[in-house]
């Protein structure tokens, strides 16, 4: 990956914990239309020191980042999905596109581990453009399976694997599998892969709402996500 995959931490306490200049942030790292950001953005959270405050900072970031998006496109952001303590398997140890539409967004929630958490990303669409395909084309030629798959990503690679044992992070991920240049504006993703096979997450899916349209996830299942069902 390139030269801003070193500028992509963010420790929360720097903004006493504000959500709305967290946003800030994790917006100009992840939702991108060119390959200058690097696509992600990794928040390390002071001021988390549990499960429920994790989820809650979750949905105050979705929220945050919506008005944002609101602010500079006109559209609003909407859930796609709410999961709680999901555990990857054996496929969310490879590099994969979460299924999701075209242009989406990934709020993961990394709660403290036993072992040494291990976070593969990987910028797909900058390595498809380089090779003249789109993305859809890209994961349609290259399967994950073969290692012709790691080998072309090798050098759109990075590994978070330094990660604080103790520490609470959000992580933010450019989901989109959108093609540069069809149409101003699009969104260009990344792929990602949780490597410790037994770490639980919960997870966030957000995507530009069109004019008029509901979100996915309604209030009820956003309360039964804070609580952890």
């Not at 939702?31 to 950001?37: D, E, I, M, Q």
């Not at 979705?62 to 796609?80: A, D, P, T």
């Not at 072992?115 to 030629?141: I, K, N």
């Not at 490597?195 to 069109?210: F, H, I």
Request: hydrophobic fraction near 40%; include cysteine.
């Amino acid at each position: 990956m390139h030269s801003a995959q070193f500028r992509y931490l963010i420790d929360d306490g720097q903004y006493a914990n504000q959500y709305n200049l967290v946003a800030e942030a994790v917006y100009r790292l992840c939702v991108r239309s060119c390959f200058a950001p690097p696509g992600f953005a990794l928040v390390r959270q002071m001021g988390i020191a549990s499960a429920r405050e994790q989820r809650q900072s979750i949905v105050d970031l979705k929220e945050n980042l919506s008005l944002i998006h609101q602010s500079r496109s006109g559209q609003s952001l909407g859930w796609v999905s709410l999961a709680c303590d999901r555990v990857g398997g054996e496929e969310g140890r490879k590099l994969h596109r979460e299924n999701a539409p075209s242009q989406s967004l990934l709020l993961l929630g990394l709660a403290p581990s036993r072992q040494p958490q291990r976070v593969l990303l990987a910028d797909y669409a900058a390595c498809a453009s380089e090779l003249g395909l789109s993305p859809v084309q890209f994961l349609e030629e290259f399967t994950p399976v073969f290692k012709k798959f790691m080998n072309i990503l090798a050098p759109y690679t990075m590994a978070l694997n330094d990660l604080e044992q103790d520490r609470y992070y959000l992580l933010a991920i450019n989901n989109s599998d959108s093609s540069l240049g069809k149409k101003d504006g699009l969104w260009q993703g990344l792929l990602h892969a949780i490597k410790e096979p037994t770490q639980s997450y919960d997870l966030g899916c957000v995507e530009p709402l069109a004019c008029g349209a509901d979100e996915a996830v309604k209030g009820e299942e956003i309360e039964a996500f804070l609580a952890g069902h």
